[in-house]
Structure formats: C-alpha cells, structure tokens
C-alpha cells in the first residue's frame, strides 16, 4: 500500500491538534471537578480539627522538604518511604479501631475476639464511607476519626520532625513540629478523598485507591470493564502495529551496495567541534548519577547508613545526603546527561547533511553550553539549599527546590531551561536553513526542528500551577511534562534522529527515511499525549479518565512494535555488513535502544497500565523496572549512540579503538537486565502479591522490605549495579581519552564532492 510522504505528514498534524483539543478540553473539566479542599473540618462538639490554610501549609511543606522524592502522595512520588495517603488512611482505621475498642469494649482492638473486631470494623466503615455534597464548606468527623486525625500529626511529628533512622528519616527533615503536623493534615486530606464519595458517584473522589478493604476501599466495576478492554484492544494494536508496518512498507536500512563515507572523508566543522563538548559535560553528570543510583539501592538494605562509612569517618550520612536529596539528585543528572547528549547531536548533525557552517554558529554553541552548565548548577544547588532549609519565604520554590518529582528544581532554573530549548532549537535552524529550503514541510530537518520545539512546548505545562495549586490539578500539569515528554515528544525525537542518523551512514535514502519518521510520529503522537491520562485514575481526577487512559496507553503499544521491527531490520543490516563497515559501534547502540524501548516502554509499560494491575500495583517496584528499562534502555542508549557516533567521526582514524566502548556497552546491557530481571521485577511482583492479598499500604510498608526475601533480592541487584558503574566510568575514560585526539577543524567546501552525504541528501527531490 503506498501512502505519500505529505498524507502521512497531514495526519501526523491533524492527529497532534485533535489530542491537543482533547487535553485542553479535560484540562478545564478536570479544573471544574477538583476535589474540594473543606474549609473546616470539626468534631462531633464542633471544635475545629483542621482548616483549609493548614491543608495547603502542609502541601508546601511537602514540597519544600522534598518528601515526594522520600515516599509518595497518591501513589506518585519515591518508593523508599510510605506512601503518605496509604499510610495515614491505614493509621486513621487503626486508631480508629483502637478508639472503638476502648469506648465499646475498654481492650485494645489486638485483645478482642473476632465477632467483637467485626463490628468495629463496620463501625470504621460506616464512618468512613461518607459522602461529599457539593457547596458543602464544613466536614464533620466522628469522635474515632477526630481522634484518629490528632495521633496520626503526632505520629508525623516523630518520624518526620524528630527522626527515625529505621525508616531513613533524618532528624529534623520537616524544619519544625509544627511543619509536621500540617503536613499530615495534608496528607490526611489525600487520605480523605480516597475514602469519601465524589457529588453523584458510589466511589470515591480517587476511585477507591489505595486498596484497604477494612476501609471499604476495594475496586470499582470500571476498573476491571476497561481493563478487560484493554486486554481485547492489545491484540488490535499488535495486529494494527504488524499491518501498518508489512502495508506501508517502511523500508529498512541496508549496507550492501552503498557508498558509505569514511570518518576521515567527512569535514569535521568548528560548530561540531564545539558540540562534542557536550558530551564530556554528560559524562561527568552520567557518572555521578549511576554512583547515587548505587547510594539509593543502598538504602533499602541500610536505611541508616552506607557499608558502615559513618562508623569509619564518623559521618552520618543520612543526615548529610538523605535518601529524598539523592533521589533528586539521581532524577535531575539523568534528564540532564541525556539531553546534553542529544543537544549535542542536535547541533552536529547539521553541518554533516547539509554542508552547511552558520556565521559564529560555534561561538553561539558555546553560549548555550555554558547556559546549561549554570542552570544545570544552578538548580542542584538550589534543590540543595531549598531542601537544607537555607532559602526561605516566597524565594523556595522560585530559586530553590520545587519539590516534584521529575520537576524538582526551582522555576527560575527551569524558565532557564526553557530558554536553551529555544536557543538550541534556533542554532539547528540556522544549521538545517539550507536543507529546510529545499525540502518539504514534513522533511526530516522540519521533523528535528519539530520534535525539538514539542520538547519546549510541553514543557511549558509545568508552569501552569504554583505551591498554593491543589495537588489534584498539580498532578494533572505534572504528568503533561513528564509523561509527554517521555511517550510523545521524546518518542518522536527518537524516530526524527534515527532517521537522520541512517540517512547520514548511507544506509536509508532521504526520502525513505521522512516517510518512516513521519508514520512513526503519527502513532507516537497520536497515543502518547492522550495517553498521559492513565496517570490521572486514582489521584482525584474525574472518572472520564479511566476509559481514555486505558484506550491510549494500549495504542500506545503500536509505535513501539514499529520501532521494534525497525530495530529488527537494522540488526540485519548490521549482521550482513563486514569488518569495513565503520560505524558498527554507534548502529549498535540505535538497536539496543530500539529493544528496549520496546522491553521497557511497551511490554512493561503495558502490563503496569492495565487498570486492574494499576490498581494494585501504583507505585511499586514494576514501576522501577519499566522506569530504568524505558529511561535508560531507550533514550540512554540513543544519547550514548549518538555520542559514540559523534567521536567516531571527530576522533583521528589513527586513533580510533571500539574496545573500551564495546565493553560499556555489553557492561551497560548485562547490568541492566540483571538489576531488572534480577532484582527489581521480582521485588515488584512480591509488592503486588501483598498489596492483593493485603493492603497496598502493607506493600510499601517498613516491614515489607525488611522482610528476608526483599533483603535479598535487593543485594542481588548489587551486580547489575556495579556493571552499569563500571561501564560507566569506562566510557567517561574512554571519552576524555577521545576528547585529547581530535581531528582537525576544516571548513566545509561550497560544493559538496558527489558521492558524499551532503550531496545525498540535497539532491533529493522533494516528491
């Protein structure tokens, strides 16, 4: 079936306004159905417990001190603490029953026998199972949960203001008592409309999340019908994905019988000079990340120390570095060593397609470097400071630490990003202006200038809510950045580089290469951004999310078998190809990443999506695993890939030796899939077992991985670590090695010699 280059590119622009339309739309009805912050909540003899001002105080405080990235709220946030909605509804039915027990029985709820437990459970039930009627300002709780409300800030005030070493709380994370305590007001809030009925539901305002049968919190019907659906819609998307790529007949990269250029034969430019300083820049950040990776998983064996150091050199190094300052730490370097790399081959790859060196491009490159290195700094000092307590007032979350995951450096730095979107952007516009002239709006230089500008523009979203904002409509904005980013914008980039890069090697004609990068992005798009609601089902949003959460995160399988295939035909190419062929190394890594983006994004991302297993599992280490397999696995290997692409055309042949390289990446390869599959999967299935036959508050709770199986399984993820560590450290030595034996700058000729990838590639028609 032949399908044109510009149909395909007026879908892919049709399907991305649509989907746009559609968020835009939810966004102002997910606005009207916020649930509502009570602006008192009293006792039975009218005496106020808690008020909308200290449910908001404790919502900064939250961010302030970085909690999100120590447990979670609503299921989002780390895994090393509680999560904090579980946790304070689990302890208000404690307390709950304990008060019961006294009132009616004067015994500890342990004490009594089971008929007299059965009917303090319902009488736990009963009180919890209210519901909410709209205008209403005032909530009245029962004595039990008045009760409840003030022992579960105490117990707040303990953990997280006095300290608890067992549980990885250093003393005086939250500043003050009082900070304590409304933080656990709100987190009871979160608690609140897990278990109180939304204005004309049966379930509650998160859809009965978290489980916790004894407080009547147990799935809805919804759940299961749409996951059901989905189950018939995956074998649809399997069976859409084979068609579409067997119908349209994408072509697939070959290396017999094409002239492909030797390193040594193209011009190594001033501009692409400058832009291989990128990647030492992400080596250093590479480096410290996966070493506070190895601090993290650490952790969880040892919550109060590393190996012993602090009985060595007298430090205390959860009081020092606390798991939440390490876990922001290891998130942010990993966004930032990933895009420095694709930065830099976003400026590279333009003079070697088109010829073409930009007045003062190189000088402008530079600019841009050094503005990521000072917002890069910039934000972890800041996030340091702010989660110190060292920045205070209005100036916290502006210069400081903003305190969401994913999102966690301070506004300012992040308007600072921002801006090197629209910088970097601009310079491969100037770049791509020769190419961009002669090709059609849906070429493969419009696509790069596109993926990057989609980059931008849902970044912006993360602009959209301020500390005040309630969390509900916070989550909303979030998961635009960081789930847009990831399975849409990202995803495009992906395809729009990988095309570039094959037509580059002389192993895909131009205009083959744009018809399977725009086919592609149209599924990419098309499901990915509708696709971020399946984030929205059990923190507060409003019910119409469940089905299109369910219905575009299996679409979302389609792109993904695409890049799969893909992957499988450039593994071909590559086994027929021969020892002359002199970009095996960066071919390699475009593979891997296409496996695992698939492994990672597609087989886990699917499985954890449905929304009965969601339920369920929300927040546990099967996140982790499709986390790193998705993150790393995918657009890791692409920005190595690109770097190892980079040094192999800048480096002197002379000079040039794979063998360190080739053993980061089989170190990078095997270590991951032994933390995944060794390590952190079987951790997650556990989870998911106990949060079934329990709670999900038992699941992420202290004694869970205390247990003696999870210590295990968490010190068998110590090879798979130490393996992604070396090859790290590996390839930044190779690197620095490389930086040292550069070839030659040279000016790139008018006209460019037959036969070499400019002259490919500017002198395809545009039909």
Known sequence: MEISRQTIAKALVTVFVINLIVMGVGAYYSSQQVPPIPQEVVGPDGDVIATESQVQAGKVAFQQDGLMNHGSILGNGAYFGVDYTADTLDLKVEFMQEYYAQERFDESYAALGSPEKGSIDSLVRDDLDASFKRGTETVQYSAAEAYAHQQVREVYVERYHDGALDRGVPANMMDSEEDARRFADFALWTAWISHTDRPGSDHSFTNEWPYQPAAGNTPTGSTMIWSVISMVLLIAAVGIGVFAYKSVELPEPKVNNLEIPAPDEISLTPSQRAATRFIPLAGALFALQVL?????AHYYVERHAFFGVEEVFGVNIVQVFPFALAKTFHLDLGILWIASLWLGAGLFLPPLLTNHEPDRQRTFIHVLLG????????????????????????????????????????????????????????????????????????????????????????????????????IVMTEFWRWWVVHMWVEGAFEFFIVAVVGLTLVSLGLLRKSSAEKAVAFQALFVMGSGIIGASHHY????????????????????????????????GQYRALAT????????????????????????????????????????????????GHAHAAMFGAFGFLALGMATYMLRISTKPSEWTERRL??????????????????????????????FTQSYAAARSLAFYNSDIIQFLFWARLPGDTMIILGT?????????????????????????????????????DD
Request: avoid cysteine; aromatic fraction near 16%.
């Open 371 to 470: 503005a990521l290195i000072v917002a890069a700094v910039g934000g972890l000092v800041g996030i340091w400071l702010g989660a110190q307590g060292y920045i205070d007032g209005p100036l916290w979350w502006i210069i400081g630490n903003e305190g969401l995951e994913y999102l966690e450096v301070g506004r300012l730095w992040q308007v600072g990003l921002l801006v090197g979107f629209v910088l970097w952007t601009a310079l491969v516009w100037r770049g791509f202006k020769p190419m961009l002239r002669r090709e059609a709006r849906y070429g493969l230089a419009h696509m790069i200038i596109y993926a990057g500008g989609s980059i931008g523009l849902l970044f912006t979203a993360g602009m959209l809510y301020t500390p005040q904002t309630n």
């Open 292 to 296: 506070l990776g190895g601090l993290l």
């Open 537 to 568: 089902w059990w923190v507060g949003q409003p019910d119409i999310w469940i089905p299109f959460g369910s219905v575009f995160s299996t679409l979302e399988l389609i792109p993904l078998i695409l890049i799969l295939f893909e992957a499988m």
């Open 662 to 691: 080739r053993w980061a990446f089989w170190l990078w390869n095997v270590g991951l899939a032994v933390m995944v599959f060794v390590s952190v999967l079987p951790v997650g299935f556990l989870q998911l077992e106990t949060a």
């Open 577 to 624: 190809s021969d020892e002359t062929f002199p970009y095996t190394l960066p071919f390699m890594f475009i593979i891997a990443s296409g496996f695992w983006n698939f492994l990672g994004a597609g087989v886990l991302g699917f499985f954890i999506n449905l929304p009965l297993v969601n339920y369920y599992e929300h927040g546990t280490y099967l996140t982790v």
């Open 729 to 765: 450290f590996v390839f930044l030595y190779d690197m620095v090695a490389k930086r040292f034996t550069l070839r030659s700058v040279s000016m790139p000729s008018d006209t460019p010699g037959r036969g070499t990838i400019p002259d490919r590639v500017m002198a395809e028609d």
